[in-house]
């Protein structure tokens, strides 16, 4: 059940408003995808979700914003409990050091991506979903409307159309993986499918109570199990490990907390068995971070002391 209301850490969430005040001018919008270049670098929010289902915020914390890499977390859980051990049968899971969405790492490493939070393993992720379920895209999106209580979680079909019109690079890497054998599906269905998912918004408090079966070790909103605890345990690792691009050490050191970003500037976090955390600002730094959002979650860890260290 979702609760609203002003919970255990609503003091923090105050003071990080106002902490963060002067970031909100730092940073760039995405720009590759034209339907985001748009977004107001001012706008912020933070939600936290207790795992009880209680939810709470500060500014813009109910606005739905383009959730982008964000959905890789929903859909690795979904290709999880689908599949378990086998969606690593073309899938690494170290960090990889290079851009989200460099070639270059793919040809010395023979079409097998280094994780799946990077856009090549995000493709094969989608690519499994697709083949277990049909609709890759309506699953995750469907995951994210039962966790978080909200039916009106959708896609954007204007976003998800700018990004296929200039989503040349994605369309590389799955050309290339497709011809290692790496990915099943006929490449322009499996690229509509993930530019759908991307595509998705949600507000902060949806994708804290969306994640939140990352802090009740894999168990569901309504009390079934989506993942097994040590396949919780996993998801929460590879995102500590490899969520934020090709800063995911400096993201460990600052916020010391599994995380996992997206370019139109939200993060999710996970305190395992006490809360899960969603900030959002649209300001990017050159890594594709937000820049008021890593800040934010840095002072949360610090003054409430909360991490996995
Ligand atoms: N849809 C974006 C892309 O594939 C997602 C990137 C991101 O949020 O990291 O480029």
């Given amino acids: 059940m979702t609760a609203v209301g002003t919970g255990r850490f609503g003091a923090v969430l105050n003071r990080i408003e106002k902490e963060t005040a002067e970031l909100r001018e730092r940073g760039c919008p995405a720009d590759y995808i034209p339907g985001l270049a748009g977004a107001d ?45 086998q969606i690593w049968r ?55 409307r039962a966790e978080s209580g909200n039916p009106a979680i959708d896609f954007v079909p204007e976003i998800a159309a700018s990004e296929a019109a200039h989503g040349d690079r994605n369309a590389a890497l799955a050309h290339f993986m497709a011809s290692y054998g790496t990915i099943a599906n006929p490449v322009p269905g499996l690229l509509a499918a993930y530019f759908r998912q991307c595509s998705i918004e ?7 109570l969306g994640a939140s079966f990352l802090a009740r070790r894999g168990v569901r909103e309504d009390g079934s199990a ?25 993201f460990a050191y600052r916020v010391g907390l599994p995380g996992k970003s997206g370019v139109g500037g939200g993060i999710i976090a996970v305190v395992p068995g006490v809360c899960t955390l969603c900030v959002w ?29």
């Fill in 202 to 208: 949600a507000s902060c408090a949806d994708l804290a």
């Fill in 90 to 144: 073309n899938l690494g899971r170290e960090p990889s050091g290079n851009p989200f969405n460099s070639l270059v790492q793919l040809e010395y490493e023979n079409g097998v991506p280094r994780n799946p939070f990077i856009n090549a393993g995000a493709l094969v992720v989608t690519d499994r979903l697709q083949s277990l379920t049909g609709d890759a895209a309506g699953q995750v999106r469907d995951l994210l």
């Fill in 226 to 250: 989506l993942l097994t605890p040590s396949q919780a345990k996993q998801v929460n690792a590879v995102m500590l490990t490899c969520g934020t691009y090709d800063a995911a050490g400096e």
């Fill in 41 to 85: 670098i001012r706008r912020f929010g933070m939600a936290v979700a207790e795992p009880d289902g209680t939810v709470y915020g500060v500014g813009d914390w109910r606005t739905p914003f383009s959730t982008q890499s964000i959905t890789k977390v929903f859909a690795l859980a979904l290709a999880l409990s689908l599949e378990g051990e």
């Fill in 281 to 309: 600002s649209p300001g990017l730094d050159r890594r594709g971070n937000s820049v008021a959002g890593v800040s934010a979650l840095d002072r949360f860890t610090t003054l409430t002391g909360l991490s996995v260290f």
